[in-house]
């Protein structure tokens, strides 16, 4: 079955970098693209960026410019959200979801429509 | 950048009634817009894309409609199971780029 695995849950100090993967299995990887989204606790669904898991083009959010850099193994299927100078707001559960690239699919079927279980980063001195 | 409001922050539903969720866009989205749900714990699922198309497996009873700037979900007999927070989520086809409204918890009364 379609399917993203991401990795376990992070403990990190204010000002370290975080690596989340997400692993997917089921399809296609490169006919699709890979967003991330996070949620703070109790908060609301924040789009972070995208990857073309095709090309390896990104679009990020542009609150996270700079912070952030997503990237793509296509050997493996795999893809990662790095996040740089993590201050306790990054605080979040973070998902991968599978995303239309419409480079590759130009028909394809807008929406977010697998997801993975979602990562816990607690940042905290 | 486009702002997504959702009204109202919370919705209080007997089992069996109907629901209607509403999501306006600062500018035009045309029919750019999709409809998740989100229960505790649980990655949000995808209910509608392009404002009024069903994803696949989604019930018949969730429909979506609307363009431009407003924009409605409904619920048309509310289960157990459909209590949960949606959010909605417009979205531009390139780049890829996206906004979520702040999202409605659906509880029961």
């Known amino acids: 079955q379609v399917q993203l695995v991401q990795s376990g849950a992070e403990v990190k100090k204010p000002g370290a970098s975080v690596k989340v993967s997400c692993k997917a299995s089921?399809?296609?990887?490169?006919?699709?693209?890979i967003s991330w989204v996070r949620q703070a606790p109790g908060q609301g669904l924040e789009w972070m960026g995208w990857?073309?898991?095709?090309?390896?083009?990104?679009n990020y959010a542009q609150k996270l410019q700079g912070r952030v850099t997503m990237t793509t193994d296509t050997s493996t299927s795999t893809a990662y959200m790095e996040l740089r100078s993590l201050r306790s707001d990054d605080t979040a559960v973070y998902y991968c979801?599978?995303?239309?690239?419409?480079?590759?699919?130009?028909?394809?079927?807008?929406?977010?429509?697998?997801w993975g279980q979602g990562t816990t980063v607690t940042v905290s001195s | 950048e486009i702002v997504m409001t959702q009204s109202p922050a919370t919705l209080s539903v007997s089992p069996g009634e109907r629901a209607t969720l509403s999501c306006r866009a600062s500018q035009s989205v045309s029919s750019n817009l999709a409809w998740y749900q989100q229960k505790p714990g649980q990655a949000p699922r995808l209910l509608i894309y392009g404002a009024s198309t069903r994803a696949t497996g989604i019930p018949a009873r969730f429909s979506g409609s609307g363009s431009g700037t407003e924009f409605t979900l409904t619920i048309s007999s509310l289960q157990s199971e459909d209590f949960a927070v949606y959010y909605c989520q417009q979205y531009n086809n390139w780049p890829p780029e996206y906004t979520f409204g702040q999202g409605t918890k659906l509880e029961i009364k």
């Open positions: 990857i073309s898991a095709y090309n390896g083009n990104t």
């Open positions: 979801a599978r995303d239309p690239d419409i480079v590759v699919v130009p028909a394809a079927t807008p929406g977010m429509d697998v």
């Open positions: 089921g399809y296609t990887f490169t006919s699709y693209g």
